[in-house]
């Protein structure tokens, strides 16, 4: 009893060590990809109105930029992929790429923000975008869409990776992780979609790209913080030659017969397969041409050479390719869901700014801010899911995740068609109210904006239940060599989803305006009929899931065999040993011809003595296992690392909030502050930017830029000489100067008022 007690404490705190690693590991990646998603929904839940608003682009013109750029976002994790795959890995992948998305968002911070570079506003709505301007913002963008391609097809797996496959606990807490994952993700989320969004409305856009700016380069040192923790799954060579090498062998055999005992096929001798990071995969019996690759024929038999890879390849290599082609038709049905899904960034906004945003009498909440309801409805739902939903639904389907990766995607798809319908009848009736109140030529009718909620509610429900079981069906559908690369050809779904919805718009808008009509998608959406763009998008997901249906009725699963091994991690404490050995191998008996066993450091005490003499009240003190205690608390030893993340995290908080607050007090540039504008510091500002960085097309602040020199804070002297523009237009020292006259009027009057009272009270009459 007592070897087994002592040896069941000595796993627990080698588990509770574990837990503590893998919980760490869980928050340093899940926290960088929390402010990544930060950083991308803080730029995209509002794009569309820059695009409109700022650089002065038609709705159509602006929702298809939009559109094209998020699709982007999703087509550059390939590249990420195949070079974490092939050469980097996902650690340093990332690592990369992070770098390259800090530098982007910087890039796009300064282009919001830096006069010459950000575009120039007459008014709040109508600004002028210079062709230079437009150029170095786009490129900012497209800069962003390449970091994000490498951070995003490797953070998942790199997560997924940290749970050990050998240890059933972990390997229960792997299917967890994909929810919890997404969890975070939507934390990020919900911040840009409710803070983010309000500071670029309603303080400047340079500070709403700088803080996600911000986040995300403290996002990057986190990261780096947890290099020694992470568990490394090592590169296996290019998947795309492998790949390759399959097909080519497979078709150089067309006429060579498959044989019928599936041993005969080749593989490798070894227990572990010749691809790095991989384990061996068993035959399948579908797609039986490319099985001609793995053929041993005579002439191979006869010669001694290592084998040619274009010529011969495993069962392994063969079973990858197979893999990948039956993951194709489930990923192509993602493509319809994430053209509804991509509506909350476009055609969502834009009907929302048809209906009455406020929110009391002194608060309008902006239309790109209610994507927030989704990122809820995702918080909401994960949690039921994990708790509610898979135990209830294990009862009735034994499976040990309650639904299969594949029965969960299939109810995501069915909500994605209940979203649509629930957008077009709110189409149908906001368009009843115009007609019948004649309210065509109205910026906003008298119907409230949350009545958008529903169809944002219902798109976070489908995402719970397809997106996440899409993550976790490719992960573990993948090729262990190759599972960055079908992280990324999910995420590719998005992309093309982005697309299929930009070539929607583009057909509907030119179809529907033959003859000089206005259209579906008009500029005033009074006019027009969005309700028949979402219908059409219904049916689409209706076709899409019969199809979804069928192809899920005959896939076939991998069938890996063994065990995954992943590079080892350096130890946080040094590892416990013990040595229990006897004569004959007997536990608990000393062998004293073996040195090991008279070794204190590696002998455990096995018998208490039954008398101790009595302890002084400092010896009992110094008795007292305090660890105990502290575990209780929460601050013993295995909680070190979680302290030391909340530690940090709290720090890097007030760091931040610490410069936001340094920089509201001390920065030269007023109107970048995260005080609200009064309305005459905004038409101030808007005077200076005329003034001083004038559009070609304003002739008044064009002829006074020229008379001045036609040199920023320059002018010309006598003699031809420039010379420093001492009596500029100052935009700090005009409104210091015209809030010193309001006070100073103010004064005068309550002055003149006092002496007139005074003359009336001594009888003198005067007007």
């Known amino acids: 009893m007592n070897l087994t007690h002592t040896l069941g404490n000595l796993h627990h705190r080698l588990r509770n060590i574990s837990n503590v690693e893998a919980l760490s590991r869980f928050i340093q990646v899940s926290g960088n990809e929390c402010c990544e998603r930060l950083a991308y929904y803080g730029m995209s839940s509002n794009l569309v109105l820059y695009f409109k608003h700022r650089l002065h682009q038609h709705s159509a013109t602006a929702s298809r930029n939009n559109l094209n750029w998020s699709g982007t976002c999703y087509i550059t994790p390939l590249i990420g992929a195949f070079i974490a795959d092939s050469y980097l890995g996902r650690y340093r992948t990332i690592a990369v790429f992070s770098i390259i998305y800090v530098i982007g968002m910087s890039l796009l911070t300064m282009s919001a923000s ?22 170095v913002f786009f490129l900012a963008l497209y800069i962003v869409a390449l970091g994000t391609g490498g951070i995003k097809p490797c953070v998942s797996s790199f997560g997924a990776d940290q749970f050990d496959e050998d240890d059933e606990v972990e390997k229960k807490h792997k299917s967890s992780f994909f929810n919890w994952f997404y969890f975070v993700i939507n934390i990020g989320a919900l911040i840009a979609s409710s803070v983010l969004v309000w500071v670029q409305e309603n303080v400047s856009w340079g500070l709403g790209f700088g803080i996600p700016a911000v986040a995300m380069g403290i996002a990057v040192i986190s990261f780096f913080s947890g290099t020694r923790l992470y568990r490394n799954q090592k590169p296996g060579g290019s998947p795309l030659t492998r790949l390759a090498q399959v097909m080519v062998s497979a078709f150089r055999k067309y006429n060579v017969p498959v044989p019928l005992d599936r041993t005969q096929l080749y593989e490798t001798a070894d227990a572990e397969s010749n691809i790095k990071g991989s384990r061996k995969l068993d035959h399948t019996e579908d797609l039986k041409f490319f099985d001609k690759a793995a053929v041993v024929t005579q002439t191979q038999q006869a010669k001694d050479s290592a ?6 390849c495993t069962v392994t290599q063969v079973e990858e390719l197979k893999g ?21 960034g476009s055609l969502f906004v834009l ?30 739902w994960i949690p039921i899911y994990d ?6 639904t294990r009862r009735y389907t034994g499976h040990k995740n309650g639904l299969t990766q594949l029965q969960r995607m299939g109810v995501g798809l069915v909500i994605s068609i209940l979203a649509m319908l629930a957008a077009g009848t709110l189409e149908l009736i906001r368009l009843d109210i115009v007609k019948r109140n004649n309210f065509y030529d109205y910026d906003h009718i008298p119907m409230s904006i949350f009545w958008q909620i529903p169809q944002y509610f219902l798109i976070g429900c489908g995402e719970v239940f397809f997106f996440v079981g899409q993550m976790e069906f490719f992960y573990m559908e993948a090729p262990d060599a190759m599972r960055s690369l079908c992280s990324a050809l999910a995420l590719t779904t998005v992309a093309l989803g982005n697309y299929a919805s930009s070539l929607l718009v583009t057909i509907v808008t030119k179809v529907s305006t033959k003859h000089g009509r206005l259209g579906w998608i008009p500029d005033n959406l009074n006019r027009g009929h969005l309700h028949y763009f979402f219908l059409s998008l219904a049916i689409l997901s209706v076709v899409n899931l019969g199809a979804f249906l069928v192809i899920s009725k005959w896939y076939t699963y991998k069938r890996p065999v063994g065990t995954l091994r992943l590079a080892n991690l350096p130890q946080l404490w040094p590892p416990v040993q013990h040595s ?38 400092w010896e009992w003190f110094k008795s007292i296992n305090y660890d105990k205690y502290f575990d209780k608390i929460g601050a013993g030893k295995r909680h070190y690392l979680f302290w030391k993340q909340f530690g940090k995290g709290l720090m890097y908080t007030y760091a931040l909030a610490g410069a936001c607050w340094w920089y509201n007090e001390t920065s030269p540039l007023g109107w970048w502050s995260l005080k609200v504008q009064p309305k005459e510091e905004q038409e101030l500002a808007h005077l200076y930017e005329r003034r001083e960085f004038p559009y070609p097309g304003d002739k008044e602040a064009m002829d006074e830029f020229i008379t001045k020199g036609g040199m920023i804070g320059t002018a010309i002297g006598p003699k031809g000489i420039p010379e420093l523009d001492k009596d500029s237009f100052n935009f700090h020292k005009e409104l210091q100067d015209k809030k010193l006259n309001q006070e100073a009027q103010k004064l005068w009057l309550r002055m003149r008022n006092e002496v007139i009272s005074e003359l009336h009270q001594k009888g003198l009459e005067i007007e």
């Open 114 to 135: 830096i006069p010459g570079l950000r575009p120039t506003c007459y008014s709040k709505d109508d600004c002028r975008a210079t062709d230079a301007e437009s150029a």
């Open 387 to 392: 708790r509610i939903i898979v135990p209830t």
């Open 351 to 380: 009907q929302g700014e048809t209906l009455d945003a406020s929110m009391g009498p002194h608060f309008e909440i902006p239309s790109a801010s209610l994507s927030i309801f989704d990122t809820l409805s995702v918080i909401i």
């Open 580 to 617: 229990i050995k006897g004569p004959k191998g007997v536990a608990g008996e000393e062998n004293p011809n073996d040195p090991d066993s008279t070794d204190s450091t590696n002998k455990i005490k096995m018998v208490r003595k039954r008398y101790e003499p009595p302890k002084t009240g």
């Open 324 to 344: 990948i082609i039956r993951l194709l038709p489930i990923w192509a049905t993602g493509i319809t869901f994430s053209a509804v899904y991509s509506q909350m």
């Open 307 to 312: 084998v040619n890879p274009w010529r011969l």
